[in-house]
């Protein structure tokens, strides 16, 4: 496969929702080569709003799109199309400031204008799967070309976290405006763009002209479906992939412990697209004091 680096098992915990981002150094990296990375499932769709199955779908997406902002392996939040941003004292209003220079790859300018009608899109569409999830923002504003207020009805210490979602995604206005089939010709901003699609999986190529190089490291990109956990795990093990995204609780655990101590694979583990609630009876102790709860869900975190 021509490749300079160690097969990667990306193991992903069910913690929060967020993009899959595997990075490797560019120094260790052959720009030219392909990289071969098997999911669960095969894609049916790529327009964020309308995704049926958000689970199966972003990973396809993220390829192709950018959000505001972006979730690090350990979940913390970076920049992505915004590339700073800050938050009131009452937790109501963020304010972003965006990427300059920043095109679609149908040619299209990104600005603050495309980002509210992306998002506005998202959150007020009549079909929109993403409404939901969008509920806690009342408006999204742009006062200048490079700036996007988002306003909330109440604060929501989530409200970041579900940008970085596909729920945040942001797609080209004028793709939009055209009426371009959006499900099966998705156009982003994001470090590759799609070639193919069907049950077999997705290819796609580098985007040239994106701002983040270590985002599109390898020239062409395929996703491939493999529903049954240990023949993609087995695909890895024989070198048929270059990577495979595996939940942590599945049965493959143990041998990818195994595989990892061989020092033949490298293991990246990351948030997955899950959210696990909690719920506390707040009326006994000790779970009535918030310092209990906030120890609690540390604990079960990490």
Do not use: C
Not at 222 to 251: H, M, Y
């Amino acid at each position: 496969m021509n490749r300079r680096y160690l097969p990667v098992i990306a193991l992903s915990m069910p913690l929060i929702a967020a993009s899959t981002q595997i990075v490797m150094a560019a120094d260790e990296i052959d720009r030219s080569a392909n990289f071969n990375i098997s999911y669960v499932g095969a894609p049916a769709a790529y327009d964020p709003p309308f995704s049926k199955n958000q689970f199966q779908e972003t990973p396809y997406m993220f390829p192709v799109y950018d959000t505001l902002v972006r979730l690090d392996a350990k979940g913390n939040l970076l920049p992505d199309l915004a590339t700073s941003w800050e938050t009131s004292s009452d937790g109501k209003t963020i304010t972003f400031h965006l990427r300059k220079g920043v095109k679609f790859t149908d040619g299209s300018d990104f600005d603050a204008a495309v980002a509210i009608k992306s998002l506005n899109r998202a959150k007020s569409d009549p079909n929109s799967l993403r409404a939901g999830q969008l509920a806690s923002f009342a408006s999204f504003e742009a006062p200048s070309s490079d700036t996007v207020v988002a306003r909330l009805s109440k604060s929501d210490a989530n409200a970041l976290y579900t940008l970085s979602t596909s729920s945040g995604m942001i797609v080209s206005a004028k793709a939009i405006d055209g009426g371009v089939d959006l499900a099966n010709n998705p156009v982003g901003t994001g470090p590759y763009k799609l070639v193919s699609s069907g049950p077999q999986g997705a290819n796609y190529v580098r985007n040239e002209d994106y701002f983040d190089k270590s985002q599109n490291q390898f020239a062409k990109l395929a996703i491939i479906p493999i529903a049954d956990s240990k023949a993609r795990l087995n695909a890895v093990l024989t070198g048929q992939l270059d990577a495979g995204i595996f939940q942590a609780e599945q049965s493959t655990y143990e041998q990818i412990q195994s595989m990892v101590k061989s020092g033949n694979f490298t293991l990246t583990a990351f948030p997955g697209p899950n959210s696990v609630p909690v719920w506390f009876n707040t009326k006994i102790k000790p779970l009535d004091d918030p310092k209990v709860r906030e120890v609690y869900i540390g604990n079960r975190a990490g």
